[in-house]
Structure formats: structure tokens, C-alpha cells
């Protein structure tokens, strides 16, 4: 097993413990904490995209890709949107927890089985490094998430297909970011977290997990 595979653990890791500590802290205090750290995460993402998108060295008013732009930006502000609905509502940081633990289980699962075990890519066009065992995994971890709640909650184990679903929606939303990429030429949307690259490459799975969740939970 190559060491390369892992060179990026390290630093991974410290930036993923300092991200949970906040997120946890914004989502226990919730109100303005929460929507605080929303918008300002939603405005750093779509900062990225548009560094991402404009032309290299050309004037900001140069902008011939408005509609991928605007597409995403869009899918972005809706995100924080449900976020912060999803928070204000009864239970609200539950629904959050849960929606917090599906997709960052599935990165986790998918990341070190996806390195440990390779095989077949999922989409190599795309995403050259995601694998099938990897997609897999992230089910798996999503599905064991699910689990638990229904184990701990008066929830049926209709919730258990249900975070598979997410789960993938949120693996989708990974690949939407890595197709803009691609198109882009670029390998990271910023070099704003270490171990992670830019807060869209971070979040980008949530914003694809939240927009399903959101239409689970609200009938929207």
C-alpha cells in the first residue's frame, strides 16, 4: 500500500477535529451561532466558486460561464437556507446531528475503504479517485447511522434506507463539485483548510445531502 495514499491523514485529520468542535459548538448554542457560521460558510463557498469559474487573469467583468455559476451559487444559498430551517424546527438539532453524522460517515467510510481496499472507479471521467468500494462504504456508514438513531429514537427503520439515500445524494453533490473542477482545471477549490483544500471541496457533499434531506423532512 502506497504511503501516498495517506500523506494527506495528517493534516486531514487536526483540520476535521477543528471543524467538528465548531460545528457542534454552532449547533448546540444554535440562533444566531448557527446561522452565523451558515452564512459565513456559504459566502466563503461561493467566493470559491467564483474564483473557480472566472477566466484566469481576466477582468472581473469578463464572465462567459454565468450559468454554472449561478446554478451552483444557487444550490449554495438554498443550502444555508434549509440549514437554518432545518435547526429552527423541533428537535431541529437532531434532524442537524443526524444529517451531519450521514455525510461525514459516508466521506469517512468512503475515504478509507476507497484508499484500502481501490477497485473499479465510480465515475473516472469525473471523479478519477472515487471507487465503487468507497461509494460503498459510504452507504454502509450511512446505513449504520441510521441505525443507531432508529436504536436510540421512536423512528422506524424506514430511516435506515433513507440515510443510504442522502448518503448518495451527498456522494452526487461530491461529483457535481469535481465535474466544475475538471472543467476548470482546477484541483482545489482554495487552500483554505489544510488536508481538504477549499471549504466548497469540503462541504460540497452536504450541500447534495441537505437539498434531499430537506425534501424528506419537509415535503418540499
Not at 423541533?90 to 446531528?97: Q, T
Not at 471507487?131 to 456508514?141: E, L
Request: include cysteine.
Amino acid at each position: 500500500m502506497s504511503s501516498a495514499n495517506w500523506s494527506d491523514l495528517r493534516a486531514r485529520v487536526i483540520s476535521a477535529i477543528v471543524m467538528v468542535v465548531i460545528g457542534i459548538a454552532a449547533i448546540g448554542f444554535g440562533g444566531l451561532w448557527f446561522t452565523g457560521l451558515v452564512i459565513i460558510v456559504c459566502g466563503l463557498m461561493i467566493w470559491e466558486l467564483w474564483n473557480m469559474v472566472r477566466p484566469m487573469g481576466s477582468d472581473a467583468q469578463v464572465f462567459p460561464d454565468k450559468l454554472v455559476f449561478c446554478a451552483y451559487a444557487l444550490a449554495v444559498i438554498v443550502t444555508g437556507f434549509f440549514l437554518v430551517s432545518l435547526r429552527s424546527a423541533a428537535d431541529g438539532w437532531v434532524l442537524i446531528l443526524l444529517l451531519v453524522l450521514i455525510v461525514v460517515t459516508s466521506d469517512v467510510a468512503g475515504y478509507f475503504a476507497g484508499r484500502m481496499l481501490g477497485g473499479p472507479k465510480f465515475w473516472p471521467k469525473i471523479s478519477p479517485k472515487k471507487t465503487w468500494s468507497g461509494t460503498i462504504a459510504g452507504w454502509v456508514g450511512a446505513a449504520l447511522i441510521g441505525a443507531i438513531f432508529v436504536a436510540i429514537l421512536p423512528i422506524g427503520w424506514i430511516l435506515v434506507p433513507l440515510t443510504m439515500f442522502v448518503a448518495f445524494a451527498g456522494q452526487l453533490g461530491d461529483i457535481a463539485e469535481s465535474a466544475i473542477k475538471r472543467k476548470y482545471g482546477v484541483k482545489d477549490s482554495s487552500n483554505l483548510i489544510p488536508g481538504h483544500g477549499g471549504v466548497l471541496d469540503r462541504f460540497d457533499a452536504l450541500i447534495g445531502a441537505t437539498l434531499v434531506f430537506a425534501v424528506l423532512m419537509f415535503g418540499v
